[in-house]
């Protein structure tokens, strides 16, 4: 397509006037733009879909609501049938199989596979390998494994591990259903987290470097041309993030602003980017509270680029907000007049010629305020906004 062949034109440039490193740097960047990105619309608020049903494979009304409301973008989570025999093993196949019930229902939609990048989850097939071999995980200077949440962490640098960890990816892509991958934890580093700092210094370093250049491997290796996203964390040469628990209680601690600031820049990269409200506490059902939906999603209007997709969500099951919607979703919105304009600590931004107007108040940076004015005159938002404070 038109972007493709632009990023193209720019790389034959550069390879014809600059040298050997820049000329394999901009190879491995053109790798990137060959992916073929999921559906994208500025005519509603453009939304993902990411969770699971431990219980078993996709009620028919969990199909009708992925279904009814078109989600482009869906990744099945690491517990999908967790409970099915049998339990807590083969999570591969059980989210291949998933993804077939959603590829049905959204053949035009992109479906990820879910796999940890640092966890080795006992519930799939891949952590009876590493039971095999206990050096396959990483090991404390005092001989202990290294763990997350009772969960051991792979040994990157060991490329027994390295293969078997792709190995995972490079089955699940058989399948037509699944066009690439979500990983999640992309942003861990063993010399940088509190998991690793019990780890040999050397050791952490090399595992560092193993986890980015394995990550990279996915993209390039397995789904050249798929979605690759990686849990907070961007990777020039992967093609997406998320953005988890964003703006108000932030995994990457970023402040609002920052993190509108690093949500607006996933554009310019053309990255996919996934960008997951999540509150404190939440009603039963999963849905997020008023203020958490009414400033997240403001807040995303603000930022947001073509290609970023908007959820508020308890949690990861579907009993967390995943088959829950919101009126605001189902309102016209429009494409952006320009990025959004700053006079002090007031953010606006206009869609559709004017007709949708979003602003949003960070005077307080932990408690921000959001405004959304859509085109039938309706608007979302607390008392502030509909008395016209803000």
């Not at 071999?133 to 949440?149: E, F, K, Q, S, Y």
């Not at 640098?157 to 699944?178: G, Q």
Request: with cysteine; glycine share 6%.
């Amino acid at each position: 397509d038109l972007q493709l062949r632009q990023v193209t034109a720019v790389c034959v440039a550069i390879m014809m006037t600059q040298g050997l490193l820049l000329v394999l740097a901009c190879i491995t960047i053109c790798s990137v733009y060959a992916v073929e990105l999921p559906p994208f619309s500025w005519d509603k608020v453009p939304v993902f879909w990411h969770s699971a049903n431990a219980s078993g494979p996709f009620s028919t009304d969990a199909l009708a609501f992925v279904q009814s409301h078109q989600f482009p973008l869906l990744t099945i989570e690491k517990f999908q049938s967790a409970n099915v025999p049998p339990v807590d093993n083969n999570a591969e196949g059980k989210i291949v199989a998933a993804a077939e019930q959603l590829y049905q229902a959204l053949p035009e939609a992109v479906v990820l596979f879910y796999l940890n990048s640092v966890m080795d989850w006992k519930f799939y097939n891949l952590h009876r390998f590493m039971q095999q071999d206990p050096d396959r995980w990483l090991h404390n200077t005092d001989g202990t494994v290294v763990t997350i949440a009772n969960q051991s962490v792979f040994d990157f640098t060991r490329e027994d591990v390295v293969e078997a960890w792709l190995d995972v990816l490079r089955n699940a892509s058989k399948s037509p259903a699944i066009q690439g991958c979500f990983l999640d934890r992309g942003d861990q580093n063993a010399s940088a987290e509190g998991w690793g700092k019990k780890v040999e210094p050397a050791k952490a370093r090399a595992w560092d470097i193993a986890h980015h250049q394995t990550v990279i491997r996915v993209q390039q290796e397995i789904f050249p041309d798929g979605v690759v996203i990686s849990n907070n964390a961007d990777y020039p040469q992967v093609s997406g993030r998320m953005f988890e628990r964003a703006y108000l209680h932030d995994f990457d601690g970023e402040d609002i602003q920052q993190e509108m600031s690093s949500v607006h820049a996933e554009a310019g990269l053309k990255h996919v980017a996934e960008v997951h409200g999540e509150p404190i506490s939440s009603p039963p059902g999963g849905r997020c509270d008023p203020y958490t939906f009414n400033t997240t999603l403001a807040a995303f209007l603000i930022s947001a680029g073509e290609h970023a997709y908007y959820a508020c969500t308890k949690g990861w099951d579907v009993t967390s907000g995943w088959l829950e919607w919101y009126t605001e979703l189902d309102k016209p919105l429009g494409p952006p007049d320009a990025d959004a304009t700053q006079n002090g600590n007031l953010y606006k931004r206009t869609f559709a010629g004017g007709k949708v107007v979003v602003t949003l108040d960070v005077s307080n940076a932990s408690t921000p305020l959001g405004c959304i004015s859509w085109q039938d005159g309706s608007v979302t938002g607390g008392d502030e906004c509909h008395a016209g404070v803000i």
